[in-house]
């Protein structure tokens, strides 16, 4: 009865391994050498740990709709392109009216000046 089991231990055992091993070995052979740079603030451009009320520049949140709006354009292209044989040209339509829609996002975020780093 137990030899049912053994190979869903064997995908536990070989999943933990592969998600746990390079970790291991990461943390063993890389160097631990931390310098100002390293340990600087990076992405939001604030330090983590102070007032959490305190103001800092729009433009990340203007980078992470950005990112948002790529990621869903790309989800839902490969779907379709798959199944658009099948769909036809509602299918079609409907894609280019959702690529429209993400369009007049980035075209928005450009006029922000959120491409624009400084």
């Given amino acids: 009865m137990l030899e049912n ?5 064997m995908f536990i055992l070989v999943g933990l391994g592969i998600g746990l091993g390079p970790l291991i070995l990461g943390k063993l ?8 740079e390293k340990d600087s603030p ?6 983590a740990f102070e007032d959490a009320r305190m103001k800092f520049d729009v433009r990340y949140y203007l980078v ?3 990112f948002i709006l790529f990621d869903l354009e ?9 199944v658009l044989k099948e769909i036809g040209l ?8 959702f690529l429209f829609i993400l369009v007049v996002g980035f075209v928005y975020e450009w006029k922000k000046g959120a491409l624009e780093w400084d």
Avoid: Q, R, T
């Fill in 29 to 36: 052979l890389s160097p631990n050498k931390p310098d100002s």
């Fill in 64 to 66: 992470a709709i950005l």
């Fill in 42 to 47: 990076y992405e939001c451009g604030f330090e």
């Fill in 74 to 82: 790309i989800a839902f292209l490969f779907p379709w392109a798959v």
């Fill in 5 to 9: 089991y053994f190979p869903i231990l």
């Fill in 90 to 97: 509602f299918g079609f339509v409907a894609m280019m009216v």
